[in-house]
């Protein structure tokens, strides 16, 4: 039996941000998202978000056209906002990552407040419309590794939970003890898997702080972006993806 590699996702935002803030063309989104589908990606993510900072409306079907030719899916991240969800039923991907969205952050924040009930109803709306629009899409949602907020989650009709690791990913780069956080990991991804949700998990990771996750073998898919992006402006993106997979290939989960 071949192994069991957890699946990397490759969030291309930033090669968009890179664009917007001077106008122009270039870099392409295009060109990162098939550098990142040769050199080992499992998927392309984006987070077309309500202020449009960095991935554009027309930037979600040209990525999708990539994504297609490789075989791999599209991971779309958003916000509960109906203009968006309109924009993803037209477009299709095979994932839709929900989570929180403010206009004044730098990047998400954190996961989803699921024990606030007009945010629960918020959401359990938005998985509805989308999985009636969608017959074969896959939803999951972004959320602390919190046994309150699990709970909640798993009466809604998702097919997986993205585990916030930020906050885990900055106590690592302060090299203080990380033990706490991949406790709480582990419960949270046994009582996914016990209530047939897969775990995945994103946000502040690193080729090192995602190693104590992929030695736990905690995790069946992570989502890195800043990270990658920011190693390839020395590297180059297709170093990047490739040495970063490598790694994901040294931990099989199986
Ligand atoms: N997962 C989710 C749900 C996110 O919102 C983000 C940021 O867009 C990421 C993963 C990627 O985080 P980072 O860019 O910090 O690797």
Redesign the pocket.
Same mark, same amino acid.
């Given at each position: 039996m071949s192994a069991v590699v957890p699946r990397l996702g490759v969030?291309i935002?930033h090669v968009a941000t890179l664009r917007q803030a001077r106008g122009e063309d270039y870099p392409s989104i295009v060109d990162a998202a098939q550098v990142s589908l040769l050199n080992g990606a499992d998927q392309i993510?984006i987070?077309l978000r309500e202020d449009r900072r960095h991935i554009q409306d027309y930037d979600v079907e040209a990525v999708k056209l990539v994504t297609k030719r490789f075989g791999k899916p599209l991971n779309l991240?958003m916000g509960v906002n109906p203009e968006i969800i309109e924009i993803a039923i037209a477009s299709a991907p095979e994932w839709i990552?929900i989570?929180p969205e403010k206009r004044e952050e730098k *990047? *998400?924040e954190g996961g989803l407040d699921l024990l606030d009930d007009s945010n629960f109803i918020r959401i359990e709306e938005a998985v509805k419309k989308i999985k009636s629009s969608l017959k074969d899409v896959k939803i999951s949602l972004?959320l602390e590794a919190k046994m309150e907020t699990l709970e909640r989650a798993k009466d809604l009709d998702i097919d997986a939970v993205?585990i916030h690791t =930020?906050e885990f990913a900055k106590v690592f780069a302060n090299g203080d003890d990380v033990s706490k956080y991949l406790d709480h990991f582990r419960v949270a991804k046994e009582f996914l898997n016990n209530h047939k949700i897969a775990a995945h998990a994103?946000? =502040?990771?690193t080729d090192e702080s995602v190693k104590p996750l992929l030695e736990s073998k905690l995790f069946e898919e992570y989502?890195?972006?800043?990270?990658i992006i920011c190693h390839a402006l020395f590297h180059g993106l297709a170093h990047s993806v490739k040495t970063l997979k490598v790694s994901f290939e040294n931990y099989p989960l199986k």
């Open positions: 969030n935002d993510t987070h991240e990552c989570v *990047t *998400t972004f993205e =930020g994103g946000h =502040g990771l989502n890195i972006g800043h990270w």
